[in-house]
Each structure stands twice: as C-alpha cells, then as structure tokens.
C-alpha cells in the first residue's frame, strides 16, 4: 500500500484523499450494515473513531456512507482528533450533541498562542470532499490566472495582484503586478464588514462564475471598473526563469509557485537549462509559493545541493506523544527521510537521477505566503549545513503537517505531525526571518527587503531580485537593496481561508501514490474587523 508525504497525507487506502467515502466500511447499500454507534457522551473518555466513521446524517448514494446523526459525525471528530491531533491534549473535551459539525471541528484544536502572540494551529480547515477530489486529482483550480496578496487581511484592507498568467481572464482585464482592489461586486474592499461577497468574488468557487472589481494602479490612480470571469486553469509552477551575467559568474533567476505534480518535470527542466548556461550563483524566488509536495521540495533541496546531500537527512516527522515511533495513520516506522537523488515519479518515471547544481550557496526570495513545504526546503538545506541567504520579509511559519481525511463528504485538514531537519530543528512557528545578523535559530542571514510590487517579477531592478543580485557581487543589504523595511516593520501574516483554492488557482494537491504531503495554505480570508 502506498501513502503520501506531502505535508499532509491521504488516511488509509488513499483514494486520492478522501475517496467516495471512507475507509472501508460496509456501504449503504449493505445487507448486514453494522449496529448503530453509540453516541453517549462521557467526559474524558474516548471510543476508538472507527466506531463513528461514515455514519453520517445525509449519507451520500453510491459511497460507504451510513446512516447516522450529527453526533456521530462529531463522535468522530472528537475521537480522531484526541488521538491524531499534534496538540491533542489541549483540547477542551466538548460535548458533541451541542453543535453543528463544522462548529464542532473548530473547537477540535489548541487556542493557545505561540511565544509572539499569534495563534498556535492558524492551518485548521475543511474542504467540500467531492471539491477536494477534483481539484487533487486534476491539479486543476478555479481562479482569475492572478496570484492575490492581502497586505491587511481586516480593515482597513490592502488587496493587491501581484502576479497575472499571460492570456489568464485577469491578463485580458489589463491587470499587472501592483495593481489595487478597491471594490468587489459593488462593496468596499477596504472598510466594509460585508466579507462574505468580498470572498466569494475574490476567490471564486465555481468555473463561469462572473465578478465586478473596482481597481487602481498601484500608485492609486487610474480608477477603473473590471469584469472577470473564473477558468478552471492548468498552473505553470515555474512561469518565469531568466539567467543574468554577474562578476561572480552567471545567476540564474526562476520563479516557483506551488510543489504541485507538473512541478517535478518543471524543475527539473529548469536544473538542465541552468546546467546547460553554465549557472554558478541560484536565486529561487518562493515569495508566493504556500507549499505543497514534500517530497517535491526535498527534490528541490537536493538539486540545488547536489552530491554533497547523498545520504543525508532531508526532515523527520513527528506525532503526538501518543504515537513516538509508529506512524499512526501508515502504521509504519518513523525514520528520517534522506535526500532524494533520484525522480519519485510525480510528473517524471520514478527512479530517474536528479540533475543538479552543485551550488554552495542559495539565495532564496521570501514574504509572508513562503509556507510549508518553501520552509522545509529552506529547514532542509540548513540541516545539512548549506548556505541558505533570505531576501524578502519573514515566512509564513508553518513546520507542521497534515493527513487530509474524508468523512461524510467533508475532508478534514487538522495538524497532525511536525517536521525536523537533520539538526532537530523546527521551531519556527513564526517564520523564518532574514537577518543580516542572526542570532536566533529562526533567523537566517539575509537581507529584509519589501516586496515591489511597481516591478514585474524577474526584472533585474525588481528590490528583492536587484538585493539578491546585489549580494552576489558582494554589497551588503543596505547597498544591495533598493527597499529594506525598518526593523520596527511588521509583515502582514494571512489567515487560512477554508476555501478549495486561492485568487491564483493554487490549491494544495494529493495523490495516490508514496507521499507525505504538507498542507499549503489554502487561500486566504477577509475579516470583519
């Protein structure tokens, strides 16, 4: 049987996460259906979640789906998570019959925070099961074919695009990078309380479905009112590579945007050309990039190491205190997972060997939507001793990871395993954070440089690519840089939007073969206050 590794993985058979049901109970159209589960509820004690799973209070035709209650949905989770959840006993025990199911999953979770003050589990959501199937199975999403920042996620609200797919609906409305969402659908983007239209236009669930937006350039002028309408769109994870001259050797530049299937042959397209240019010096530009594959980003890590990472520890997993040495949900051992050096047969044949760089050194472009599997790369290389240098704002902080699980046709996405590198490290809940001196372990040399959102992406004046270029030939961050924030500055952080897909069309992906998925974020929201 094969499971994922992605930061987040599919539960038992793995039927592409999810699957039309459950995991393997008799169905709904069974002669000898099991007896009713017992929804008593008794503080502090836990029946297995075998006993509740699939006993749902509208069963689905044609799945493995039984008759049962909101209670028993909610048995379910409550016993699922005391024994998978990474904070399990941080849970306040709630009586399942007092709520609805989705009321009822979030409050299956700490409300700690972390030592800065923000939530501790902020990655907590579901997805429409049947929504999830499409979108991982096809790797294909719905959106505009432009990837949206919220700089403030509550009012007052900045909502910029800061990257449009050439030929996308958002490219045909004349939008570029930097341009300002003033209005969605006829409400104030900026102050209105009214975030239910706001989300609905900017990340739209359905193909076909049509929104009014009123924006601006970048500066604020040039007021406009835009049409666009949603694609189901195929995403191009590596959509711009470029190779600059430097005193120090040819740098090549590429942007990568989710650790999504394709991506695989992607990158390793782009190792070949930059082999083939004779690439000296990489600059890896993830500051949109939420995460995806695992395995994927250990791919990455080792081409652009090289050798050097054979045999190396890329990350270890670990669960709750419940589980230190089985994997609850695989039932096999836990082990660190080496490097790859080889092609683990996403959208390549398995087994092939990697190219690499052989670089010694990278230099990796940063924000606040750098997450997952981005981080693990960057947890990754740094466990091994490899040069990592950051350009850009902190990252997200999310080291932890989850297997997508269906029930009753919601898949549930709760945090279940954290990820280490070779040196134990994985505390960065907060992000990772360049620093042109670093002293904390979270800190990474680098350089804290705005986004610049008045320059297209891969253009040598653009402030976090000129900085990283700058760096190459030897400049310091206040000489590289055409923009470095003060250090009082604050990055805005996003919020989990428990939505099937982002503004961009970039969703989390599963497959059905040996993976271990961490979860991207799926999107993000707009609040009231």
């Known amino acids: ?65 039984l008759t049962g209650s909101t209670e028993d949905e909610n048995n379910w989770l409550r ?14 025990d709630e009586d399942p019959a007092a709520y ?37 199975q096809s790797g294909i999403a719905v959106g505009y074919g432009a990837v949206l920042e919220l700089a403030t996620s509550s009012v007052p609200r900045e909502a910029f695009f800061v990257y449009v797919t050439p030929g996308s609906p958002a490219d045909s409305a004349g ?43 970048y500066n604020g002028t040039n007021e406009r009112l835009i049409t666009m309408t949603a694609i189901d769109a195929v995403e191009d994870p590596v959509p711009i590579t470029h190779t600059f001259s430097t005193p120090q050797g040819v740098a090549g530049y590429f942007l990568f945007t989710s650790f999504i299937s394709p991506a695989e042959e992607s990158l390793v397209e782009a190792v070949n050309d930059f082999n083939a240019a004779g690439v000296t010096e ?30 190396q520890v890329f990350e270890e997993i670990q669960f709750n205190s419940k589980h230190p040495n089985i994997n609850p949900v695989t039932g096999q051992s836990l082990s660190p997972t080496n490097f790859h050096s080889t092609t683990q047969g996403f959208s390549l044949t398995s087994g092939a060997a990697l190219p690499t760089l052989s670089l010694s050194r990278v230099y990796i472009l940063v924000g606040p939507s750098t997450a997952s599997a981005s981080e ?66 979270y800190e990474v040399q680098g350089c804290d440089v705005q986004d610049d959102l008045e320059t297209e992406l891969g253009h040598p004046s653009e402030a976090r690519l000129a900085t990283a270029l700058g760096l190459i030939d030897g400049l ?42 961490r979860m991207d974020l799926p999107g993000k929201i707009l609040r009231s206050h």
């Open 476 to 517: 310091d961050c206040s000489a590289a840089s055409p923009i470095v924030m003060s250090p009082s500055s604050e990055p805005a952080r996003f919020e989990p939007r428990p939505i099937p897909n982002n503004a961009s069309g970039i969703g989390s992906r599963i497959s059905t073969e040996r993976r271990v998925p």
């Open 282 to 311: 990489l600059i890896l530009d993830l500051r949109y990039n939420n995460g995806g594959f695992l395995d994927i980003a250990n791919e990455l890590a080792f081409m652009v190491a090289g050798p050097g990472a054979q045999g």
């Open 376 to 441: 693990s790369v960057i947890n990754g290389l740094r466990g091994i001793d490899f040069q990592v240098i950051l350009v850009g704002n902190p990252t997200t902080g999310k080291p932890y990871g989850f297997y997508p699980t269906d029930n009753c046709g919601t898949t549930y996405f709760s945090i279940q395993f954290k990820g280490i590198n070779a040196k134990g490290f994985g505390d960065f809940a907060d992000g990772f954070v360049p620093h042109e001196n670093p002293v904390e372990a």
């Open 79 to 92: 016993s699922w998570s005391h024994n998978l959840y990474l904070w399990y006993d941080e849970i306040i």
């Open 100 to 136: 609805t199911v989705l009321e009822y999953f979030d409050l299956m979770k700490t409300f700690e925070m972390s030592p800065t003050g923000t939530d501790k589990d902020r990655f907590h959501f579901t997805y429409d099961t049947e929504a999830w199937e499409r979108l991982s």
């Open 175 to 217: 939008i570029l990078r930097g341009t300002r969402i003033l209005e969605v659908d006829g409400v104030d983007l900026i102050n209105s309380a009214d975030v239910d239209v706001l989300n609905a236009g900017l990340f739209p669930a359905n193909s076909g479905e049509t929104h009014e937006f009123r924006i601006a350039d």
């Open 1 to 65: 049987m094969k499971y994922p590794t992605l930061i987040i993985a599919c539960m038992t058979t793995l039927v592409a996460c999810g699957g039309g049901g459950g995991s393997g109970s008799s169905g709904s159209g069974s002669n000898n259906p099991p007896p009713p589960a017992q929804s008593d509820y008794a503080a502090g004690i836990f029946s297995s979640a075998n006993v509740y799973k699939d006993r749902c209070e509208a069963p689905r035709a044609g799945t493995a789906d």
